[in-house]
T-cell receptor, first 111, second 114 residues
Framework: QQQVKQSPQSLIVQKGGISIINCAYE??????FPWYQQFPGKGPALLIA?????SEKKEGRFTISFNKSAKQFSLHIMDSQPGDSATYFC??????????FGTGTSLTVIP | EAGVAQSPRYKIIEKRQSVAFWCNPI?????LYWYQQILGQGPKLLIQ????????DSQLPKDRFSAERLKGVDSTLKIQPAKLEDSAVYLC????????????FGPGTRLTVL
């Protein structure tokens, strides 16, 4: 059973546009929701993370929106750049337990 | 600060052969994870260590996979015998003990089973 569902599978955005990736979860015990960025041949790297006590967290061009009642969270990349082209994974976990990853979104930013 | 080191980076073996992967976590990181990432999918946890003890190995195919973390530092993951469906990238990650600390990933080992 997929603990975290991610969409879309792939995304093509023009330079300067907004990239939006969505994730949904079922387990209400999850209390930590990170997003990872992965470039080819590299391991995932933490981009930004949120806990459910806030509805939004912003770091530079990256924003997580969190809807606890809907059990959904999303990543917004503002002013998307070609260097943002990568695969993005959402994840969810609860203290002391494993991380459950989404299936990934391949983002391509066209110059 | 040195990152998580893994070796080898690539490995090609025949099915039914054995293979071992090595991971050196970031110094001081008590928690170590091994993940399997099949092409086009997210990482799936195989085993989680806290120091040299196993916290979670519920998704480790124990008939063929084994892992150890002697002295609570380096770790090895072994597959014996390998199957075609084991072809994947094996990622090691580490983090400081405690909740909500960042998980740092190594570059992974790409395994191809022929």
């Amino acid at each position: 059973q997929q603990q975290v569902k991610q969409s879309p599978q792939s995304l093509i955005v023009q330079k300067g546009g907004i990239s939006i990736i969505n994730c949904a979860y079922e387990n209400t015990a999850f209390d930590y929701f990170p997003w990872y960025q992965q470039f080819p041949g590299k391991g995932p790297a933490l981009l930004i993370a949120i806990r459910p006590d806030v509805s939004e967290k912003k770091e530079g061009r990256f924003t997580i929106s969190f809807n606890k009642s809907a059990k959904q969270f999303s990543l917004h990349i503002m002013d998307s750049q070609p260097g943002d082209s990568a695969t993005y994974f959402c994840a969810a976990s609860r203290p002391g337990n494993q991380f459950y990853f989404g299936t990934g979104t391949s983002l391509t930013v066209i110059p | 600060e040195a990152g998580v080191a893994q070796s080898p980076r690539y490995k090609i073996i025949e099915k039914r052969q054995s293979v071992a992967f090595w991971c050196n976590p970031i110094s001081g990181h008590a928690t170590l994870y091994w993940y399997q990432q099949i092409l086009g999918q997210g990482p799936k946890l195989l085993i989680q260590f806290q120091n040299n003890g196993v916290v979670d190995d519920s998704q480790l195919p124990k008939d063929r996979f084994s892992a150890e973390r002697l002295k609570g530092v380096d770790s090895t993951l072994k597959i014996q015998p390998a199957k075609l469906e084991d072809s994947a990238v094996y990622l090691c990650a580490s983090r400081l003990a405690g909740n909500y600390n960042e998980q740092f990933f190594g570059p992974g080992t790409r395994l191809t089973v022929l």
